[in-house]
């Protein structure tokens, strides 16, 4: 098992390994105060591991409720999250009891949202399920929901108090709920890391997991200590992102947020090449990686509808967005300029 230290607003532990959901009571246990615990959990991931991780609160000497919804992005709303407060005030829950969230970044983030306004906020555990919760989302602090007007318009920074990042979850998930999950790792190669770049080029896909999520989340926990709450360099972590978002959205948000943010860093990569920002390399390794990991690297959408979609994009102010561009392998920066300027990279990187 590997432990990384999160430093923040509030210091907590990362623990990866394998049989973790089953150690959620005493690993959580000496962490909050009360005993009283609501699981909240979508309904893929509560038939899988809902009684392990409930047998194992029990034990500690939890009383155990749980909050079920349906699986998918779309249930990521606000009606959903006032469903979920609803039944946290009807538990009777109080400030020193705590939410579990169960799955994968949908179920973390509204229920890390739950937890954030609950009470003006109760304990959260992050007991991420899938790959790409695991590398990126459970920790940080970031929860949020989705308007119709855009992905994760409405949201705190909050951090957890644990996350538990149990591989063994790894092992039910769909080829494209994992492809997802490995967008991100190569995101975090390309922005901070050529040595996990090379790592992935040259082993095949899962080898040494512990070693790729610990990696990955070595490179946030510095991020995120240096800026929490997103207003300089923790903007690195977006790379992709702005038009993944947008690609989402206008997808009725039918497409992986992975895949999304796959498209989204082909679409970037190739239109800084073609301006001279990075070298051909940057798109070449990017590519393979993409290919290799089966991830998109384009999308058919219309240019202007993707336009539309990013202006609602939660880090753009005013006329102007920061564009997280590689500048070479294992390091991209931001780039701010005029919200014009993306149609051009929309133009320039579209095309393969």
């Not at 946290?88 to 954030?116: C, H, P, Q, Y």
């Not at 990696?215 to 995120?224: E, S, W």
């Not at 039918?254 to 920002?277: D, F, L, W």
């Amino acid at each position: 098992m590997k432990s990384i230290t999160v430093k923040a607003s509030r210091t907590y532990e990362v623990k990866i390994g394998a049989g973790l959901l089953a150690q959620a009571g005493e690993l959580s246990a000496p962490l909050i105060r009360g005993r009283d615990a609501v699981i909240v959990s979508d309904s893929n991931v509560w038939p899988l591991y809902g009684q392990t991780v409930q047998a194992s609160l029990e034990r500690a000497g939890f009383r155990v409720d749980h909050f079920v919804f349906p699986a998918g992005e779309a249930s990521k709303n606000p009606q959903t999250l006032v469903e979920l407060l609803t039944f946290l005030a009807r538990k009777e829950l109080t400030r020193s009891d705590a939410v579990f969230a169960l799955g994968g970044g949908v179920t973390g983030d509204m229920a890390g949202l739950a937890a954030a306004l609950y009470l003006r906020g109760v304990s959260c555990v992050q007991l991420p399920t899938s790959l790409l919760s695991m590398v990126d989302s459970s920790v940080g602090g970031k929860t949020a929901v989705d308007l119709p007007e855009g992905k994760n318009l409405v949201g705190t920074f909050t951090q957890p108090h644990l996350v538990l990042c149990d591989t063994d979850a790894l092992k039910t998930l769909s080829p494209a709920v994992k492809a997802e999950g490995w967008a991100e790792i190569i995101k975090y190669g390309m922005i901070r890391s050529q040595e996990l770049l090379d790592f992935l080029s040259s082993h095949p896909a899962g080898a040494d997991i512990e070693w790729v999520i610990a990696h990955c989340l070595t490179i946030k926990r510095d991020v995120v200590a240096a800026d929490e709450r997103d207003n300089a360099l923790r903007q690195v972590l977006n790379f992709g992102h702005t038009i993944g978002h947008a690609i989402e959205r206008c997808g009725g948000y039918s497409i992986y947020h992975g895949e999304g943010v796959a498209m989204g860093m082909g679409i970037i990569t190739r239109a800084c090449v073609r301006m001279g920002r990075c070298p051909a390399e940057c798109r070449t390794v990017l590519e393979n990686l993409l290919d290799k990991y089966h991830l998109p690297k384009t999308c058919s959408m219309k240019k202007e509808d993707l336009l539309e979609a990013a202006r609602a994009d939660k880090k753009r102010r005013g006329d102007a967005i920061t564009l997280i561009q590689p500048e070479r392998l294992g390091n991209c920066i931001l780039h701010k300029t005029d919200y014009s300027e993306l149609a051009q990279v929309l133009d320039l990187g579209m095309e393969l």
